[in-house]
């Protein structure tokens, strides 16, 4: 069955659908590489979409990834209340436990914090952190940015290739490359130095509830 995306009185703008959209995909378990490969389209894509919430995407490349979601014609239909209440409680999000550094950060980026909330709900992340120079005055075009994340107790054990692909996810939610390192990698490290300095400057940006 095909749908067709139709604006309610309460849902004006491409950017809430493509908020919905993100929500659904999490809701349903998928991952962006799953919803990647249905779509023909590869992960970095569906990252890229994600990060501006679908604002500059093509209504037909929407309705494409509506279709695959199995959304209903109007995102705000009779049926749709308990993917209503989904939406809002992961998507309406201010990142509770942020600090106004790692705020003014995301800022800088562009990203949608939104979009954050959701990456670290759908991977089992209960905190993450960013240091290094995002946080600083001299963070430029071209520079990297530094995440730290904690993975919560009930994370899927993590492999070279599956942290891979988050650091590549998160590149393309912030639109940059990104450097991904975890905390337990962090403190088993040798770098008595380094090891000090991102626990004593890392700021959080998300922390789970």
């Not at 659908?17 to 929500?23: F, R």
């Not at 389209?41 to 890229?48: C, G, T």
């Not at 939406?87 to 954050?116: F, H, M, N, Q």
């Amino acid at each position: 069955m095909q749908y067709h995306l139709c604006y309610s009185r309460s849902m004006n703008t491409l950017s809430d659908i493509g908020i919905s959209l993100i929500a659904r995909r999490i809701a349903l378990g998928v991952s962006q590489r799953e919803l990647g490969e249905r779509l023909g389209v590869k992960q970095p894509q569906i990252a890229r979409w994600e990060a501006v919430a679908y604002r500059t995407t093509s209504l037909e490349r929407v309705e494409a990834v509506a279709n695959v979601l199995g959304l209903p014609s109007s995102l705000n239909a009779p049926g749709g209340a308990v993917f209503s209440s989904e939406t809002t409680a992961a998507y309406l999000t201010t990142l509770k436990g942020s600090d106004s550094a790692a705020r003014a950060a995301l800022v800088r980026t562009g990203t949608p914090p939104e979009a954050i909330a959701a990456f670290c709900r759908l991977h089992h992340i209960e905190r993450m952190e960013l240091f290094g120079s995002v946080l600083r005055g001299d963070f430029g075009p071209e520079s990297d940015i530094d995440v730290l994340i904690t993975f919560s107790a009930d994370a899927p054990e993590q492999t070279l290739s599956t942290l891979a692909d988050l650091e590549l996810e998160l590149s393309g939610l912030f639109r940059r490359k990104t450097d991904l390192g975890t905390h337990a990698s962090l403190m088993r490290s040798e770098n008595y130095v380094r090891r000090r300095h991102v626990l004593e400057t890392a700021r959080p940006l998300y922390v789970a509830r």
